[in-house]
């Protein structure tokens, strides 16, 4: 499997992203989908995560109201809009495929991982 995330950038506080991310390779549909963030000198942390059918989402606290995660399978894509952006939010996003029966807030629970997308919140 492969996945490609992209839409970062430079923003300024208070303004908004839009992150993608395009798998290929296996049935997309079938798994859960997870964000997750890291600044440079910390560790990975989660961001969102969202079921096989879009029906359930999960954000960690402290973008929970500003993100939110979607997908269309039909394109083989997730989606991270983030809104109200803070100076730290700033890190590298990766979206990742979660694999079943594992916490979606856990990063041990993710086989592939696409290659990140650099934001930067400017304050």
């Known amino acids: 499997v492969q996945l490609q995330a992209f839409g970062g950038g430079l923003v300024q506080a208070g303004g908004s992203l839009r992150l993608s991310c395009a798998a290929s390779?296996?049935?997309?549909?079938?798994?859960?989908m997870g964000w997750f963030r890291q600044a440079p000198g910390k560790e990975r942390e989660f961001v969102a995560a969202?079921?096989?059918?879009?029906?359930?989402?999960y954000y960690a606290d402290s973008v929970k109201g500003r993100f939110t995660v979607s997908r269309d399978n039909a394109k083989n894509t997730v989606y991270l809009q983030m809104n109200s952006l803070k100076p730290e939010d700033t890190a590298v996003y990766y979206c990742?495929?979660?694999?079943?029966?594992?916490?979606?807030?856990?990063?041990?629970?993710?086989?592939?991982w696409g290659q990140g997308t650099q934001v930067t919140v400017s304050s």
């Open positions: 390779g296996r049935t997309f549909s079938r798994y859960y």
């Open positions: 990742a495929v979660n694999r079943p029966g594992t916490a979606v807030a856990d990063d041990r629970g993710y086989d592939y």
């Open positions: 969202i079921s096989w059918n879009g029906y359930s989402t």
